[in-house]
């Protein structure tokens, strides 16, 4: 019985059918390995045979007598089956020839089959090793696995904007080249060929995919340069190739020095609900049109779209100017605090925000990112759409700031579809398991509630189908707006896990107003000079702590909040170190929810050590707010340096504070995706 070895090789050889007194061709690809039944074209008197090979040493013929496994000679009908292989490439068609001589008993040849073959070198290539190289024929690149030590190509998805003519929209919505800048942005591939400078009359090769993938990649052929005009600068493969349904482009036989052709695949779609983010590019040598008789296959895998947490270092804060300087204070303490960070700032004049001020709701800024190339923000716009609508498209969208959307025009959009509710934590280890790039945080309806908001089914497809940040679902629907950014942030800290989780405190508020009171301070106003709803705001510590109606509503935020900081401590692997609580009171807006009875704290802007925190206005205690200064003694022992941002008219009244009103891009994490094990 044949060695298992064998058994391998013999399984990876392609069938080949011989006849006596005829000179049969046939193309072989280094590697493969043709076998042949010679016993079905021995002549009847034949006592035994004799193979002659031309090209000694470069052709090998290995002949086997095989019956059924397990029966011996004399279980059952013995085949004789030879099995070829070549070493070298062909320099021309039909230039590789073995002959089976059929000898009697009387040692005549009685008869000769001829195998004439045409032997190629033939490879699909990408950088599977992820060194941003084009690696020759790597022994992995049909697959694609996770980890520092894992292997399998990648694309990014070209949704930039490299046309000089500004046409405003990303890459992928075209079938085109726009310029060197565009390349950049593609992944290479290579077809290598060695052999004849033409494919026997009968054969093609064929690069294609399968119908749904050509809806998810382009392929661009860079190599003919005197077709680059007309073909090179358009898809062979995607979405607008010829007709809906081609997939497949005849590749030209170029006699090269390197016998090499060179692709540009490029992405058009981020993985999503029906797409898991792999991709198989074939490549086929077809034998009369349509048989298969060799094939290579690539993987792909599209880069995920990554939110980067406030522990990644600043490149840039934006923020909108209102009509007639409303906003004025809140401009000019944000910019100290910006100024103090030391990087850009960006203010979104009134003609480009168009009245809305709400920053943070509009896009959550990340980025994508290839192997050997520079990160590419990305800006992921939110289904809200009021007056800051076009500003991503139209200002961020440029060469090399990818934007991307998710959009269900089927569903109704509500408050949470904004992306002050679209958070994501530091990296984390829970149970073992490590988050290297944190995981997303989103609010929601209460998990076991039929009814109520929650965010665009769309939108919580597309990230959890990212899966490098796995989300984690807040409970924010008891709140008016219901964004997780009203009770919780995140804040670098030295030691420990290298950051904390700031939680809005009822409790903690009542504990600092209730020893303000014992200190004797209970006719202390808070909130002075201030107005609510046309009305002074001004209120003492001791009417505070006698308003049975606010305390309730309070307390019952704070359940809401400690539901919220139980799953957060299980998911994100917190324990009690790793949290602090800023005073906060809550009252309910007219029974649509809970929202911040004054300025909310947790809702800062933060740029690394600098914190733009919204000035509260507590009760001045010593030529100080108490509130400030109880913050200030939670949050400046980790290296933190408090700036309290005045928002109270132009934010807080409108049920919004800084963080609302502003964004933050940040740097891409050192850590690279794909290095994530699963």
Request: glycine share 8%.
């Amino acid at each position: 019985m044949a060695g298992r070895g064998f058994m391998q090789w013999a399984a990876n050889c392609r069938t080949v059918r011989l006849d006596v007194g005829v000179a049969t061709s046939e193309i072989i690809v280094l590697g493969q390995t043709l076998c042949t039944d010679l016993s079905s074209i021995t002549p009847e008197s034949t006592v035994t045979f004799h193979t002659v090979v031309g090209h000694e040493g470069d052709i090998t013929v290995s002949v086997k007598n095989e019956s059924p496994e397990g029966m011996g000679k004399d279980g059952g009908v013995t085949k004789m089956v030879a099995y070829i292989s070549v070493a070298t490439h062909s320099s021309k068609i039909d230039d590789k020839e073995v002959n089976f001589l059929f000898v009697d008993k009387s040692g005549d040849t009685i008869g000769v089959a001829t195998l004439r073959m045409t032997a190629f070198y033939m490879s699909l290539d990408v950088d599977c090793d992820r060194d941003g190289v084009v690696e020759k024929n790597n022994p992995n690149k049909g697959s694609w696995q996770w980890g520092p030590d894992g292997h399998g190509a990648i694309l990014l998805v070209n949704n930039d904007c490299d046309d000089y003519l500004l046409e405003m929209d990303p890459e992928h919505k075209n079938s085109k080249i726009d310029g060197p800048f565009d390349l950049e942005d593609m992944s290479r591939m290579a077809v290598r060929v060695r052999g004849p400078e033409t494919l026997p009359e009968d054969c093609r090769l064929r690069m294609w995919v399968r119908p749904d993938d050509k809806e998810r990649l382009g392929i661009f052929n860079l190599s003919d340069i005197e077709m680059l005009d007309e073909l090179g600068n358009k898809h062979i493969i995607g979405p607008k190739a010829g007709y809906l349904a081609q997939v497949s482009y005849d590749l030209m036989m170029v006699r090269r020095d390197e016998g090499e052709t060179l692709f540009a695949v490029e992405g058009l779609k981020y993985p999503d609900k029906d797409f898991n983010g792999t991709l198989r590019i074939h490549l086929s040598l077809l034998k009369n049109v349509t048989v298969p008789v060799f094939e290579d296959t690539v993987i792909f895998r599209m880069a995920p779209w990554i939110m980067t947490p406030n522990t990644l270092e600043p490149i840039e804060a934006f923020t909108c100017q209102m009509k007639k300087s409303e906003n004025l204070d809140f401009i000019n303490d944000f910019k100290k605090v910006v100024e103090a960070a030391g990087i850009k700032v960006n203010i979104v004049p009134p003609y480009e925000n168009r009245g809305d001020r709400w920053m943070q709701d509009e896009i959550e800024l990340g980025y994508s990112e290839l192997p050997g190339k520079k990160p590419m923000p990305v800006v992921l716009d939110s289904p809200r759409d009021r007056g800051l609508q076009k500003f991503p498209k139209g200002k961020l969208l440029g060469p090399d700031f990818g934007y991307v959307t998710r959009y269900d025009q089927n569903e109704f959009v509500n408050s949470l579809d904004s992306f002050g509710n679209l958070e994501v934590s530091p990296p984390v280890k829970v149970d073992g398991r490590t988050y290297p790039m944190g995981r997303i945080l989103l609010g929601s309806a209460f998990p076991t509630t039929k009814y109520g908001r929650r965010m665009m089914r769309v939108v919580r497809d597309f990230l959890y189908a990212q899966q490098v940040q796995p989300p984690v679902e807040l409970f924010s629907d008891w709140l008016g707006v219901g964004h997780i950014d009203e009770f919780m942030t995140f804040v670098p800290a030295a030691g420990g896990k290298g950051f904390r989780l700031l939680l809005a405190s009822p409790s903690a508020c009542y504990n600092l107003l209730r020893k303000l009171k014992n200190d004797g301070h209970g006719d202390v106003l808070c909130f002075e000079g201030k107005t609510r709803s046309g009305e002074s705001a001004e209120r003492s510590i001791s009417d505070l702590l006698d308003d049975s109606n606010l305390k309730a509503e309070s307390l019952q935020c704070q359940n809401d909040i400690d539901w919220n900081r139980d799953v957060m401590k299980r998911e994100l692997g917190l324990d009690e170190g790793d949290i602090i609580d800023l005073p906060q009171l809550f009252q309910l807006e007219d029974g649509k929810g809970a929202g911040a009875y004054f300025p909310d704290m947790v809702n800062m802007i933060v740029l690394g050590k600098q914190l733009g925190i919204p000035k509260p206005f507590g009760p001045m205690i010593d030529g100080a707010c108490a509130f400030e200064t109880n913050v200030r003694s939670l949050l400046e022992p980790l290296g933190l340096t408090c700036h309290f941002v005045n928002d109270w008219d132009s934010y807080h009244l409108l049920l919004g504070e800084v963080h609302c009103g502003s964004n933050t891009r940040r740097k891409p994490f050192d850590f690279k995706w794909w290095n994530m094990k699963f």
